[in-house]
């Protein structure tokens, strides 16, 4: 019995061997090599294309249910042109006023409701608001995954079709053999990889003194390792202007969608990374990582100093020889369809800020972090085991703030900036109401607003 088990434990070796072998070689040549050089075959650029031809065939049109002809209905009703608090009032006292006038007597001569008092009218105002903010809710849907107009193989974005043709099911199937059998194995050898060089070469580079050479390392280093990991996604990023690329010294904002915008934009440039000190192996990366390159780490009992962070990210700055510093200002992901307030931090430095848009394409993968659904593992698991991640950046002209404009002014005028060049909604609202109930200074503002329509109005018609 021994004489047949041993040939069949030499020929398993060999077998093995051979694919150990042959694995390793690709991944040396078609990976490795190319994200050391900075060049790509062009083969994620052929399969996106393929991708696209296979949803065409299917593409499912949305079901005409009362459902949807209801969201229509009312996003019709909202949608209008944005006008003033005191215009709509005024709209609402004069038609309030011309229905009174066409039902009272011809005897009637007294004269309309006073514009300088309150008028019952105006509690319709703030009822229609609040019925537009239950049906066409702009802040909370923020929050979700972005709907798609038709079927990615992945989820579905059409709840109301039941139904799935036996032509649509053989493709699912054979989605999920190729994304789980097949990409998830490669993905997760080639995270295993980049993470693994990157920790490794940081802590070598990090024995060398400081200079050029370290320097020099150290950004092929990081380049090399993020551009590997970026392969490990199929990400699929095509960079626009990269004439106003980030440089030393500055400060790069940027939309935030996902945790792995830092990959996205590592893999075309060096960065100074902000943020809190971790543990286990996030905390191994960052120890390894600023052995080799000045990045900016905060103790969790430091992060809410709000003046060392910021005399922290001065002295950065101010030394040119420096990489520029990456910084997120919404403070958590939104959905990749709007931008929200930025924190005025980064913008009281005295430094030029260079924007950056990011646009993420959805029909290929589901780039959004909902931090409150899903943990880390869950989040990379759904990436890998996506079709891709395909997404487009644009470096803006550098900005500067402005004489006489305050760091709030000058963080509105980026973020407008950022929203206009990746097709984002400009919104006004914090992100953190993600997990937090509105301030109650926004409920104040339109108190306060309301207020001043009345008293101004009194007070002209006094002085009058």
């Known amino acids: 019995m021994g ?3 041993s040939p069949f434990n030499n020929l398993l070796c060999m077998l093995l061997g051979i694919s150990f072998t042959v694995w390793f070689t690709l991944l040396l040549v078609f990976i490795i090599v190319p994200a050391v050089f900075g060049v790509s075959f062009g083969i994620r650029r052929l399969y996106m294309k393929s991708l696209l031809k296979v949803f065409e065939v299917s593409v499912e049109h949305r079901d005409k249910s009362g459902l949807v002809w209801a969201s229509r209905f009312f996003s019709g009703i909202i949608a209008k042109e944005p006008t003033s608090l005191e215009e709509e009032l005024k709209e609402i006292r004069r038609s309030g006023s011309s229905r009174d006038l066409n039902g009272s007597s011809s005897t009637s001569t007294g004269p309309g409701p006073s514009s300088s008092e309150f008028a019952m009218s105006d509690i319709f105002y703030f009822c229609r608001r609040g019925v537009e903010s239950i049906v066409d809710d702009e802040v909370t849907k923020r929050f979700t995954a972005e709907e798609l107009e038709s079927w990615n193989l992945l989820t579905r974005s059409n709840y109301n079709v ?5 032509r649509l099911t053989v493709l699912w199937g054979l989605g999920v053999v190729i994304r789980y059998c097949f990409l998830l194995p490669l993905r997760l050898t080639l995270a295993i990889t980049g993470v693994t060089l990157l920790v490794v070469f940081t802590t070598i580079i990090g024995f060398l003194p400081n200079g050029r050479m370290k320097n020099f390392l150290s950004e092929k280093v990081h380049l090399m390792c993020y551009r590997i990991c970026v392969r490990a996604l199929t990400a699929i ?6 004439e106003n690329k980030p440089k030393n010294g500055g400060i790069c904002v940027a939309n935030h969608t996902s945790p792995i915008d830092v990959i996205i934009l ?3 440039g060096c960065y100074a990374m ?12 960052q120890r390894s990582m600023v052995k080799a390159c000045p990045h900016i780490w905060f103790e969790r009992s430091e992060v809410k100093d709000r003046h060392l962070v910021a005399k922290r990210l001065s002295d950065h700055v101010e030394d040119k020889s420096k990489l520029p510093i990456l910084i997120f200002p919404e403070g958590t992901c939104i959905n990749n369809t709007s931008v929200m307030m930025f ?5 009281e430095i005295a430094s030029t800020i260079y924007p950056v848009a990011i646009k993420y394409d959805p029909r290929f993968g589901d780039a959004f972090w909902n931090s409150s659904k899903f943990g880390m593992v869950n989040y990379l698991l759904h990436m890998m085991s996506s079709w891709a991640i395909v997404c487009s950046v644009w470096y803006l002209p550098p900005m500067n703030r402005q004489e006489g404009e305050d760091a709030v002014q000058f963080a509105n005028r980026v973020k407008a900036a950022i929203a206009r060049q990746g097709g984002l909604v400009d919104l006004l609202w914090d992100g953190g109401l993600k997990r937090s109930k509105v301030k109650e200074t926004f409920k104040e503002e339109q108190q306060k607003l309301y207020s001043r329509i009345l008293v101004g109005t009194h007070e002209d018609r006094s002085r009058s």
């Open 237 to 242: 990023i095509t960079y626009h202007h990269s």
């Open 3 to 5: 004489l047949f088990v």
């Open 266 to 268: 590592a893999s075309d």
């Open 274 to 285: 902000v943020g809190q000190i971790h543990g286990g192996l996030m905390g191994v990366i």
């Open 162 to 166: 039941q139904h799935i043709s036996t």
């Open 343 to 347: 924190k005025k931090g980064s913008f």
